[in-house]
C-alpha cells in the first residue's frame, strides 16, 4: 500500500478523472439519445419533460464538475512542483551560505597570517651600539649609545645596565650596578644612535686609572710609588646588562623581546671590546 501511494503522481488522479468524466459523458450521451426517441413519441406526458430538464442540468452540473476537479487537480499539481522547486532553492541557498562562512573564516586566517608576517617584518630589534668614556682624559663618565635598526617603534619596558669590575662570571646575573633610569618607557624609532652617560664614582676612577698607569718599584729602596692599594681592581672592567623592549603599537602585537650585551674595556687600547662569545651580546 505505501509503495503504491508513494507512486502516484498528481497526473494519475487527473487522468482518472478524465476517464470518469468520458464515460459520464458518453452515459448522458446514451440517456440524452433514449430521452430523444421518447420524444419522438406521440404522446409526451409531464413527467417526461421534468425528467429531460433534470437530466440537462445534471449533465451540465457533471461537466462543471468535472472541469472543477480538473482545474484542482492541475493546482495541486503546480503546488507540489513550486513547493519542491522552493525546497531545492532552500536547500542550495543553504549550501552557498555554508560557502561564504567558509570563505570568511579562510580569509580571517589569511588576515591574521598577513599580519603576524607583516609585523614581523617591521619588528624593532635593538642594540648596543657604542660605549666610551666621554673624555679621553678622565673616566669620569662612560657613555653608551643605543640604536634601533628594525623597522617598528621600539619601547623600553625592563631590564639592567652595569659597569663593574668583574672576577665571577656569576656576578654577571646577579649585578650590583646601576640601574635602567636613563632607558625605562624609553621610545626608539628610528636607526640612529641615541647617546646616554652615567657618571662613575670615585673609587672607579682610581682603578681604572690604576689599570693604565699601573705603581712603579724603586729599585734601590724596594718601595712602590703612588700606590693605592684600595684602586686595585680585582678583575676586568666589564659594561654589561640586558634591556628588554616591546613593539610601539602595543604589547598585543608581539612578544616582549630582549636585547643582551656585554662589554671589556682594554687598557692597553683604552676602549671597549666585544668578548667575543655569541652568547655574552645578541639581540632577540
Known sequence: MKSALSSFRPWHAAAAIALIIVAFGVGTLTSKHSQTTAKELPKETIQDASAETVANYTEKLAWFTGVLALVSVCQIYFLIRSDKRAAESSEQAGKQFAILAQQADTMEKQKGILREQ???????????????????????????EFANVGGGMAIVTGGFIAFDFIDDPRQFKN?????????????????RPWP?????????????????????????????????????????????????????????????????FRRVWRPDT?????????DHEYAD
Open 175 to 191: 649585578p650590583t650596578g646601576r640601574s635602567l633610569a636613563p632607558l625605562d618607557k624609553r621610545g626608539f624609532a628610528d636607526g
Open 118 to 144: 607583516f609585523f614581523a617584518e617591521h619588528r624593532p630589534k635593538l642594540v648596543l651600539k657604542d660605549v666610551y668614556f666621554s673624555s679621553a682624559d678622565d673616566f669620569k663618565e662612560v657613555t653608551f
Open 196 to 260: 646616554f652617560a652615567v657618571r662613575l664614582n670615585d673609587k672607579t676612577q682610581r682603578s681604572l686609572r690604576y689599570l693604565i698607569t699601573p705603581p712603579t718599584y724603586n729599585v734601590q729602596t724596594a718601595m712602590t710609588v703612588h700606590e693605592d692599594p684600595a684602586a686595585k681592581p680585582r678583575g676586568p672592567f666589564y659594561f654589561f646588562g640586558v634591556v628588554y623592549y616591546t613593539d610601539g603599537r602595543g604589547e598585543e602585537f608581539g612578544v616582549t623581546r630582549a636585547s643582551v
Open 270 to 278: 683604552a676602549s671597549f671590546h666585544r668578548t667575543g662569545d655569541p
